[in-house]
């Protein structure tokens, strides 16, 4: 069975990456031998590890680059932060990411410095920095960040160490460079893996006969500059045991620690958002990761991951705790299942991938009980709920596009917070989202947009304050698309003949989307305009709006006459 890490992490790297310098010391020439055979005495950057420190993480410039390669979904998470965080850590993963790039012939050493060579020519300039801070923040990219906690979560300590081994010896055999992060209680860093060689060593009383052998940018000659390989920094492993250490950080590993290792050899990861001849697209494997994040998960909740044939696997109950204690669980999987029986807490669900954010939160009932019961299904497409219990479940969840994943820009930021009745469903299509309720789903619906800088850098991602894009009431029991029209304004549309095209608009007042406008709009306005009365003025702002299927008399108001005229609308259709 599996040993799956509990402990403490960031969404970034860096904030814990050891950057402090160790000097090299050539007491085992036979490793210096083999390293050199493989490109260690020229194939490292010049460059020691370092960080921009906290006060001026970095210039202008630097950081809109990074909003330039940001998608939107980065854009949400508070990108300025993320960035400060990740060149305020260290330069390790831009370091290694440019070794690894590098002697893999995905890009040259003239492309970081024009005229050099080689890497060990290339000296720290304001302009070496701008590549090297570039790829530091590959780590807060989704591709990245979810790809390489998935390879930390998803295999035992045994498993990674297996990994290392072959994929060290695969590199050495094709003369390739990959990437490592090592992870540890307070501890976290990136080095450029070269190879691995057999032999003897011993420390601490401890014997090893493998050694994987690295560049790491912490490691600096007499003169006081990088050199890249010491027999310190090198990663040595007990092939029977497993047992790992490395000298220069004093760090010891084996099925009981909490010392992890993820091992990166493909570059379509490593070069997805890179400066130089950056990738089309990531490999299949880290395209299908999902993360998914539960705040309060509990005996009564149980996650299981869904294969495209429909398998199902339960998903275990200890995984990865971020910074704001939310466990963590990054799958390979088509879908996630969700099942809730007598939950008791507030819970808070989020599914991330590089396409989506969806964040479902439960908010109590009507009875004032807290106690859900309910499945959920949430993909790529599709988020779904089936509620099992009594009471109609009061939610807010919001449904947030990538880049290049939908076709109704502006607006990529959908949020929904109402009451489901016995289930309700959302899926993006090419133009918009489907939905479905039933007839006592009532859901209000807010839209986000975001904002571009005159070179068409996204720089906030926020709900819009367009009163034409928010406020639409949702009971339909009808699949309904709803999407931005010609004008940016959001509308519903019906398939009114089978034929799976929603090209007729909804009208103002079928409050419930069936095509019809009858005595059971009438009653969902008076429902509706009950509930406003009762509301405070503050979120009165925040619901009312001048273009809603609620306001049938268009006076920008939902009351008792729009009801009214609802019914004399009603009454007239039905005498012709």
């Not at 990761?289 to 539960?294: E, Q």
């Not at 109950?317 to 466990?327: L, V």
């Not at 698309?481 to 103002?508: F, H, T």
């Amino acid at each position: 069975m599996k040993k799956f890490i509990a402990f403490i992490i960031t969404l970034t790297l860096l904030p814990t990456f050891f950057t402090t310098a160790f000097a090299a010391e050539e007491d085992d020439p036979e490793l210096y031998k083999v390293a050199n055979s493989l490109g260690a005495d020229t194939d490292y950057l010049g460059v020691l590890n370092y960080s921009h420190g906290t006060d001026n993480p970095a210039t202008n410039e630097q950081y809109i680059d990074y909003l330039t390669k940001c998608s939107l979904l980065e854009v949400v998470y508070d990108p300025r932060s993320s960035f400060s965080a990740a060149t305020s850590g260290g330069s390790c993963v831009g370091i290694s990411a440019l070794e690894v790039l590098a002697h893999n012939g995905v890009i040259k050493p003239t492309d970081i410095q024009e005229g050099a060579k080689t890497l060990c020519e290339i000296e720290y300039s304001k302009g070496i920095d701008k590549v090297i801070t570039s790829y530091q923040t590959l780590q807060i990219y989704t591709e990245f960040d979810i790809y390489e906690k998935y390879l930390i979560s998803s295999l035992s300590y045994e498993e990674q160490i297996d990994a290392l081994l072959k994929t060290a010896e695969k590199a050495m055999n094709e003369n390739r460079y990959f990437l490592i992060t090592i992870r540890d209680t307070g501890f976290s860093h990136a080095v450029c893996g070269i190879g691995v060689t057999d032999g003897s060593w011993t420390f601490n009383d401890t014997s090893y006969d493998k050694c994987v052998l690295v560049l790491d940018s912490n490691v600096k000659g007499e003169d006081g500059k990088a050199v890249g390989f010491s027999n310190k920094g090198c990663i040595y492993i007990n092939s029977k045991t497993c047992q790992s250490y490395i000298p220069a950080y004093d760090l010891s590993g084996s099925s009981d620690s909490t010392l992890c290792f993820a091992s990166i050899d493909d570059e379509s990861v490593i070069n997805c958002r890179g400066r130089i001849n950056p990738s089309a697209s990531v490999n299949e494997e880290a395209a299908s990761i999902k993360r998914f994040m539960n705040d309060k998960p509990s005996d009564s909740t149980t996650l299981y991951s869904v294969s495209a044939d429909g398998t199902m696997n339960e998903l275990p109950q200890t995984q990865f705790i971020d910074e704001i204690m939310m466990k963590n669980w990054f799958v390979k999987a088509d879908s996630i299942h969700v099942e809730l029986k007598k939950e008791l807490n507030n819970i808070n669900l989020r599914y991330i991938d590089i396409d989506r954010w969806i964040d479902f939160e439960f908010q109590g009932h009507e009875s004032g009980e807290k106690e859900y019961n309910c499945d959920m299904d949430f993909s790529d497409d599709k988020l779904s709920i089936i509620n099992n219990g009594s009471d109609r479940i009061h939610t807010d969840f919001q449904i947030r596009m990538n880049n290049g994943t939908f076709g109704f820009e502006p607006y990529f930021w959908w949020s929904f917070f109402g009451i489901i009745d016995k289930g309700f469903s959302a899926e993006a299509v090419d133009d918009g989202m489907l939905l479905q309720g039933d007839g006592n789903t009532e859901l209000t619906i807010l839209t986000g947009s975001y904002t571009l800088n005159e070179n068409g850098v996204v720089l906030t991602a926020n709900m819009t304050d367009d009163p034409k894009a928010r406020g639409k009431y949702f009971c339909s029991s009808n699949r309904v698309l709803m999407k931005a029209n010609d004008e940016k304004n959001i509308w519903y549309y019906l398939d009114d003949n089978g034929d799976g095209k929603y090209d007729v608009p909804v009208k103002r007042g079928d409050i419930n989307c069936d095509g019809r406008i009858d005595a059971t709009d009438a009653s969902k306005v008076l429902s509706i305009y009950s509930m406003l009365s009762t509301t405070s003025v503050a979120s009165m702002g925040a619901i009312r709006c001048d273009y809603s299927i609620c306001d049938f008399n268009n006076d920008e108001k939902i009351d008792a006459t729009d009801a009214s005229c609802i019914l004399v609308e009603y009454s007239k259709r039905a005498t012709e």
